[in-house]
């Protein structure tokens, strides 16, 4: 092997060695008995049991993913009518705004994007009495944020897709909607997965846009993970995050493997 691959391949395991090596670590240190997070003093499930134990952090987790879910619906819902819209009716009066629009919040810094919410969320509540602050306005300001990103997801898909499809059937005398249900909505489906957990995904992260715009008892998980770090992170965050990583690592082993068994088929 030259000198050249040799590099490459050494490079390749760096990287690697960078990104998973912590989480390797993280996930040994979970199964220590001591109360320090990076000390280990033999090998014990206590933090396990401990962690379904805690309150705080379930209370924080089902908040979290209630707020993914929810943020994650709704923007496939609005970001596929936006991409429809954006790749299948050409230019329509503002549509240069819309997709302008739509990519704001993905170039804005989620600083700015947390202030401005918050910002209109007091104006809104001071001049009609809602939103409360909490998990409302931490969803409508996750909408915000991940409808752009499906927006993307499905316009792409649509610029690839052969309309001829859609074209014979309406030729054939099928409605639009009727169109749209039997042959675009299947057509677009895998875009419309990717859309889906992208925001989730993008909403179950975040700290500093729902740091803006949650209100009192709605910290989500990113948040009370942060105000944990300021006195030391506990081995139940270990636990958890352990707990996290192997629910991902199986839904990637199962969609590799269905994936795997289509292209056979």
């Known amino acids: 092997m030259s000198r050249r691959n040799w590099g490459l391949w050494a490079a390749m ?20 008995a001591s109360r320090m997070a990076t000390v280990w003093a033999g090998f014990s499930t206590r933090w396990y049991v401990s962690l ?18 929810v943020a994650a619906s709704c923007a496939t819902v ?15 009066p503002g549509s240069g705004l819309l997709s302008l629009m739509n990519s704001a919040p993905m170039v804005m810094p ?36 991940t409808t752009c990103y499906v927006t993307v997801v499905v316009r792409s898909r649509m610029a690839a897709l052969d309309d001829s499809l859609e074209e014979a059937a ?7 909607w009727r169109v749209f249900w039997l042959i675009t909505l299947p057509l677009i489906a895998p875009a419309l997965l990717a859309g889906w957990l992208l925001a989730f995904t993008l909403s179950l992260d ?4 729902a740091s803006f715009t949650s209100g009192p008892g709605a910290s989500t998980l990113p948040m009370l993970i942060y105000s944990k770090v300021k006195l030391g992170v506990t081995p139940e965050i270990n636990a958890l995050a352990t707990l996290i990583v192997t629910v991902v690592a199986i839904g990637v082993v199962v969609a590799g493997v269905v994936m795997h068994r289509r292209e056979a088929a």
């Open 206 to 209: 975040d700290l500093v846009i």
């Open 78 to 92: 609005l970001g596929t009518a936006c991409g429809l819209a954006l790749s299948r009716f050409g230019r329509f």
């Open 13 to 32: 395991a760096a990287g690697y060695a960078l990104l998973y090596v912590p989480i390797v670590s993280m996930i040994v240190y979970s199964f220590s």
């Open 170 to 176: 309406m030729d054939l005398g099928a409605r639009p």
């Open 52 to 69: 379904f134990s805690n309150e705080q952090i379930m209370q924080a987790l089902a908040r979290s993913l209630t707020i993914a879910a």
């Open 110 to 145: 989620d600083v700015m994007l947390g202030l401005s919410s918050l910002l209109l969320f007091v104006t809104l509540q001071q001049a009609l009495g809602w939103p409360e602050r909490g998990m409302s306005t931490i969803m409508i300001a996750h909408i915000t944020l």
